[in-house]
């Protein structure tokens, strides 16, 4: 009996995957870590709208507004590694003079390169900050080492960035403040463990272009002295301020003096009556958030 085989033939249809879209810049708010943010504040703040998420899977992208992110994905799947002796843009997303370490377990501040404007080491285990890591990067605008483990910065890490505009050490666990670049606009070091002691006096005197100051979160039991008249957004919220002077944000000596930039101060969670210090608010279109009985 002859035996027919017959042959089959399976034919797999594999559907065509249509490209992932390009990668959309989104309009974050930034730079406010506090959960206590209430709405309709005041705090749409300029740092924070362009402060940019950057994930490794690359489905959620956010760059600097003057920057159109064109990548491929195999830059963006760079494993996580502690590896600091690969080349940074290996290590990293360089992009158009931004560099990108986020969420990549490095425990120091990589090499950059001289060109680099916009650096973002959000989430990572950098202990320190020392004078050499920036020495040669005099063209940086912006830094970023958000929810980092940063103890220390040794002094003059920031002296040579004469075009810093903002600078991010919020989520850390500092107790003092470095001394900060002149031309700073924007500057957040909330949720860190910093005290009154560790401010000193001058430390914003001569910062006549800071608008934004965020320092909530923290031990301070005074608020600052000698805050620049720039200032629009100060946060103090949930530290251990239990005093206010006349002097503190107005002149005592001149009665007719008012601060026009400032739109908001926030004081809550402060072991403070701010009742009981209406002179100090004199100066102010509005009235400081927090406690008044």
């Known amino acids: 009996m002859e035996t027919l085989q017959a042959t089959f ?13 390009p990668l959309q ?19 749409q703040q300029d740092y924070e709208m362009q402060s940019k998420d950057i994930r490794k899977d690359g489905t959620n992208v956010s760059l600097d507004t003057s920057l159109m992110l064109q990548s491929d994905d195999s830059q963006l799947d760079v494993p996580a590694t502690k590896d600091t002796n690969l080349p940074t843009c290996l290590l990293c997303v360089c992009l158009s003079g931004s560099v990108y370490c986020e969420e990549i377990d490095i425990e120091a501040v990589p090499p950059l390169p001289k060109e680099t404007a916009y650096l973002y080491a959000r989430f990572n285990k950098i202990k320190r900050i020392a004078a050499s890591d920036f020495a040669d990067i005099t063209t940086l605008r912006r830094i970023d080492f958000s929810g980092n483990r940063i103890e220390e910065i040794e002094d003059g890490a920031f002296s040579k960035l004469l075009l810093l505009e903002e600078l991010s050490l919020a989520e850390n666990r500092l107790v003092k403040l470095p001394v900060l670049p002149p031309k700073l606009t924007t500057f957040n070091a909330n949720q860190n463990r910093i005290k009154s002691r560790g401010i000193k006096a001058n430390a914003f005197k001569k910062l006549t272009n800071l608008a934004y100051l965020y320092l909530g979160h923290n031990a301070l039991e005074s608020v600052p002295l000698n805050l620049p008249e720039s200032l629009r957004i100060l946060h103090l919220q949930y530290n251990n301020i239990t005093t206010i ?9 001149n009665t007719r003096y008012i601060r026009t ?22 100066c102010l279109r509005m009235l400081p958030v927090g406690t008044y009985y």
């Not at 033939?9 to 879209?21: G, Q, S, T, Y």
């Not at 400032?262 to 210090?277: W, Y």
Request: proline share 8%; glycine share 4%; hydrophobic share 40%.
């Open 261 to 282: 930039r400032m739109d908001e101060i926030r004081m809550e969670g402060n072991p403070i009556v701010l009742a009981k210090h209406v002179n100090a608010f004199s």
């Open 9 to 21: 033939f399976l034919f797999v249809f594999v559907p065509l995957v249509n490209p992932a879209p």
């Open 25 to 43: 810049q989104e309009s974050l708010p930034f730079f406010e870590y506090d959960t206590d943010v209430s709405m309709g504040s005041l705090t």
């Open 245 to 253: 002077t006349d002097d503190t944000f107005c002149k005592s000596n």
